[in-house]
């Protein structure tokens, strides 16, 4: 979805956009992932993960120290 204000871009190649019924469908059929963050020194981490989704958000399981959780709590802006 893109709003006046948005910070994502336009796709270029619209034909290779996927309607947003068959996105969320990949995403109920599917538990598995890579989750990309920013990680030290501003480089990219890019981790596979298991996952959830319950038709609003995305939930993975992560444990309460580490890298990745060190790098959402600096930074949670992250691709999925």
């Known amino acids: 979805m893109e709003t006046e204000n948005s910070v ?6 619209k034909r290779q ?3 947003a019924e068959e996105s969320e469908a990949i995403l109920r059929r599917m538990t598995n ?7 030290d020194g501003g480089y ?3 981790v596979p993960v298991s ?3 319950n038709d ?7 444990a309460t ?3 990745k959780v ?4 600096r930074n949670d802006k992250v691709s999925f």
Do not use: E, N, W
């Not at 992932?33 to 990680?39: D, E, F």
């Not at 609003?56 to 399981?61: K, L």
């Open 33 to 39: 992932g890579t989750l990309a963050l920013h990680s």
């Open 17 to 19: 956009l996927l309607p």
């Open 65 to 67: 120290q580490g890298h």
């Open 70 to 73: 060190d790098a959402l709590m």
């Open 8 to 13: 994502f871009r336009t796709m270029r190649r």
């Open 44 to 46: 990219p981490y890019a």
């Open 56 to 62: 609003v958000r995305i939930y993975f399981h992560t």
């Open 51 to 53: 996952y959830g989704y």
